[in-house]
């Protein structure tokens, strides 16, 4: 496979800017306005500064009352629906027969469309049906197995352990820098076996992944794609070496996996860029959510001060709260009603996890963290059906040793000021965060 990637359609070549459907092309200039002054048929909730300055939750509102499979249009994308509902969410979530994965997780262009000169036509397993998602995601699968995940428990706390006994006490510090991307980023080097020293490439990969050109990570998508390209070759050269040494890791078990030991570079490609962002933003983002959800409703972490065995399910509360991932999309197979709305072949859906987790029909107080809600693990965060992401077992436990490790070693964590967020409408995270941590 190195051969085919030393220069991966001319990567070499100046490759021309164009913008990406949603949050490339959704730009709320001037004051964002308020939803409810807005005629219904133009609400769109796909853009990347309502996310970051965190003023989606009353466009969500609205559309969950009003008009749960909501229709828009745009240049780029053509046409989609949003889609607000728990139970619409779920409903599509599940059902793979007639909302296909295969052309993308993420709002894109039309499905008959051509791709924009210079961009990667990556694939990856997530975005795929039956049968090919089944056998490539079951490759990779034994790195989260339950057994894998019990000799992986020890590593995890001592990491944690290591981790949260070298932060400073008792004065500012930023807790997305030094504990949730330290944490995830080593994490995420143990599962491929990635170069320790080399570990914050991850995290830069799997920013690059997903960040809207000219908003601060990259300046351009020929910045993006030289970056990614610099990913897949690191990438190759680990796969060639495991091809001769094989390991336990999520590199080996590509390379040597019988439906994937033959993969094309972009779709080796595409599958790094699922699992690193899979298992870096979701996971890293709800390490700082539950810090800055507690400070919210401080009486909440005097519950859990109390009684630290609500640990496990204040993971899966604060994984409901925070959302991770905001949306997921699925296209649609063939012509079908939902919602009572006409769905076309081959319309865009996009699932809003982030409102159906705060669906009032669904839960009570959606709003607020209760850490004893009696269910939490009733959220969309981790998906339903044949795409239910692999790694939710793994990422409750690295929450969950978290907040064990925490409440023996810390009275509080304050948060000083409003988090920076990410700006996406895809990945719901925090790009700072400082606070301060006082001992017991």
């Known amino acids: 496979m190195s051969e085919a990637i030393a220069n991966p359609e001319n990567e070499t070549q100046p490759i021309p800017d164009f913008k990406r459907p949603g949050d490339g092309e959704n730009v709320i200039s001037g004051e964002i306005p308020n939803p409810f002054d807005i005629p219904l048929a133009d609400l769109n909730p796909v853009s990347a500064r309502l996310f970051s300055e965190d003023k989606q939750w009353d466009y969500f509102k609205r559309l969950r009352a009003e008009d749960p499979v909501h229709f828009n249009q745009t240049e780029l994308a053509g046409r989609y629906w949003s889609l607000t509902g728990y139970d619409e969410i779920k409903q599509v979530d599940s059902d793979h027969h007639n909302f296909s994965s295969a052309h993308g997780i993420t709002l894109g262009f039309p499905i008959d469309a051509e791709l924009p000169e210079g961009a990667l036509n990556v694939s990856m397993f997530i975005a795929m049906d039956p049968p090919t998602h089944d056998v490539q995601r079951k490759t990779v699968s034994p790195v989260v197995a339950p057994s894998n995940l019990a000799n992986l428990e020890g590593l995890i706390r001592q990491r944690t352990q290591s981790v949260l006994d070298s932060i400073p006490l008792n004065q500012p510090f930023d807790w997305v820098e030094l504990v949730s991307i330290e944490l995830t980023t080593q994490m995420l080097a143990t599962l491929f076996d990635f170069p320790f020293e080399d570990r914050r490439k991850l995290t830069r990969w799997s920013d690059v992944a997903t960040a809207v050109p000219g908003a601060g990570i990259v300046d351009s998508e020929e910045q993006r794609r030289a970056e990614l390209i610099e990913c897949l070759q690191y990438f190759t050269q680990l796969w060639e070496e495991r091809k001769v040494n094989p390991g336990s890791d999520l590199v080996s078990m590509l390379a040597h996996g019988e439906e994937t030991h033959d993969m094309q570079p972009l779709e080796f490609l595409g599958n790094l860029i699922l699992l690193i ?51 997921m999309r699925r296209t649609a197979n063939h012509d079908i009603e939902l919602g009572g709305k006409a769905i076309k072949a081959g319309d865009q859906l996009l699932m809003w996890y982030v409102s159906g987790n705060r669906d009032e029909t669904a839960f009570e107080r959606p709003n607020d963290l209760v850490i004893d809600r009696p269910n939490a693990r009733g959220h969309l965060s981790f998906g339903f059906g044949i795409h239910r992401c692999m790694g939710n077992r793994l990422a409750e436990m690295q929450l969950r040793i978290l907040w064990e490790e925490i409440l023996e070693r810390f009275d509080d964590i304050q948060v000083l000021a409003e988090p920076e967020r990410t700006y996406s409408s895809f990945v719901k995270g925090y790009t700072k965060m400082m606070v301060t941590v006082t001992p017991k």
């Open 277 to 327: 962002v899979g298992g870096n933003d979701t996971t890293r983002n709800s390490m700082t959510g539950g810090v800055y959800a507690l400070n919210q409703f401080s009486s909440e972490f005097t519950k859990l001060k109390s009684n630290p065995a609500l640990i496990p399910n204040m993971v899966a509360e604060i994984i409901r709260w925070q959302t991770p991932l905001a949306y």
